[in-house]
């Protein structure tokens, strides 16, 4: 910020003025903190606001005093519990004839946080409102003593529970994903408690398995997980017009499991055919994942594995016409500038992460805010914001796009639905067309058709009787059978 912008300030969520013309002012601490704890700012001493909040230079007598007992007393427990300035982060400016004395407070990483003062965690901590540095609630210090450890939050055990609070059908619907993205993967020829204890979905304390949080948010029950993180609530809505949504989703239905992974696997495939993605198998895959359906999966992913799942509130996804909008509770843990760059990650939920990785959700890591950033420089998304709220701790998205002709009989949704079906059939290889057509709200005759077709076009074979027999998934590439 040169000297001309600064004369122009005003007051705001990033900009403190402080009179300060013989001494280091006491509120000033209270705004170190706030910045610190929020996104930075620059405070000035020897500038004030008239009546009509234009700023005013006011000076600073004796500028290099007051910057030897600012140091001093930023150094000093008594007044802040860190010091996160560095030289040239407090510099004298002249202006009109007056020194004045900038100050730029950076945002503290998350190790350092909460930044307070006066030696008192508890009513020495505030963040930045507006223009104003308001104390921070005891749920809000909380969340950043959570983000300050240097272990994953979805890492430890909840002994309260054991591990017949998780959904074996949806660990047999990931552990058949993942045979079908690799054939020999080493989960997927374990027992149960091996592969919950391999993925880190379980822990043993004196001999007895309990989930970890990362398994219960993967693959519990609802009833189980909000009984270990209460503000738990996932929410899925299609809107057409207004705010009048004609689908929703959401984990406290009652009518499904809940979790992550039957959260994520329903959500896309809904995406999936109201974009429109393109069907060319490779594998059990689909090769023809456009770069825009990419970039909605790694926003909804994005938010997934960074929420914070001890707030009180919920992840909200809202596909609209003309765009879909994604809100996760908790502050991003990665400057935007860094995350826009890619190969920038500190994940909340670090196990969440491997587990979404290995069955193919997230590409790599560090990709999410990237893939986005690049799906618009490529015209694939049509708008693209992120932004950051405060009270309550969100990162909200909203992408542009464009959704297709979805009716039964296109042949996009034809094709998502082949997709849908091949995806039922590696989850379970003796699913009857019944099932297969209440899961895609299309006629037996449909489901008939489709079926036929992909027995045409070399991908799926029937092996023994109707009743009895099932359905085998041919991968081309390498002859082989799943």
């Not at 974009?275 to 909605?296: I, Q």
């Not at 938010?303 to 996760?328: K, Q, T, W």
């Not at 914001?385 to 909200?396: A, F, G, K, L, R």
């Amino acid at each position: 910020m040169n000297l001309d912008e600064l004369t122009q300030k005003k007051e705001g969520l990033y900009f403190e003025a402080k009179s300060a013309s013989k001494s280091v002012p006491a509120d000033f601490w209270e705004t170190y903190s706030s910045f610190a704890n929020t996104f930075g700012g620059t405070v000035v001493f020897g500038m004030t606001e008239d009546d009509n909040r234009e700023l005013i230079v006011t000076g600073v007598e004796d500028p290099e005093q007051t910057v030897k007992t600012l140091w001093d007393n930023l150094n000093s427990p008594r007044f802040v519990n860190v010091n996160i300035l560095k030289n040239d982060d407090i510099r004298i400016e002249e202006i009109n004839g007056k020194n004045v004395i900038v100050i730029t407070v950076p945002p503290a990483d998350r190790q350092f946080r909460p930044i307070y003062i006066r030696n008192n965690i508890n009513s020495g901590t505030f963040k930045r409102n507006h223009e104003g540095d308001y104390h921070c609630r005891m749920s809000e210090i909380k969340e950043m003593i959570r983000d300050s450890e240097t272990n994953s939050q979805d890492t430890e055990p909840v002994e309260s529970l054991n591990l017949d609070c998780l959904n074996k059908d949806t660990i047999s619907r990931y552990l058949n994903s993942l045979k079908a993205r690799k054939m020999n993967h080493p989960w997927t020829e374990e027992s149960l408690e091996n592969f919950l204890s391999l993925s880190g979905s379980a822990r043993q304390i004196n001999g007895v398995s309990h989930p970890t949080l990362s398994g219960l948010l993967m693959f519990g029950n609802v009833a189980c997980i909000r009984s270990a993180l209460p503000g738990y609530f996932l929410d899925y809505r299609e809107t057409v017009a207004g705010e009048r949504y004609t689908y929703r989703l959401h984990s406290n239905s009652g009518e499904w499991s809940g979790n992550i992974f039957d959260f994520v696997s329903e959500v896309m495939n809904r995406i999936n055919i109201r974009l429109g993605v393109p069907f060319e198998l490779d594998g059990f895959s689909n090769k023809g994942e456009s770069e825009t359906f990419k970039a909605v999966r790694e926003a909804i992913l994005n938010a997934l594995i960074h929420a914070d799942y001890h707030m009180s509130r919920g992840i909200v996804i809202e596909l609209r016409p003309e765009c879909i909008r994604i809100s996760n509770p908790g502050t991003m843990r990665v400057r935007i500038d860094d995350a826009l760059k890619g190969g920038y990650s500190d994940p909340r939920n670090v196990t969440l992460m491997s587990l979404a990785m290995s069955v193919g959700w997230v590409e790599r890591i560090g990709s999410g805010i990237y893939t986005i950033e690049k799906a618009l420089k490529d015209d694939r998304i049509s708008s693209f914001t992120i932004d950051e709220q405060t009270d309550p701790s969100s990162v909200n998205v909203e992408i542009g796009i464009s959704l297709k002709g979805t009716g039964k009989h296109s042949n996009k949704a034809r094709d998502a639905n082949k997709l849908r079906i091949l995806q039922m059939i590696a989850e379970n290889p003796s699913i009857s067309q019944e099932t297969m057509g209440m899961e895609l709200s299309v006629s037996l005759k449909t489901v008939g058709t489709l079926l036929k077709e992909l027995k045409e076009d070399g991908v799926l074979i029937r092996e023994g009787k109707t009743k009895g027999g099932r359905w085998i998934i041919v991968d081309k590439d390498s002859n082989r059978n799943q």
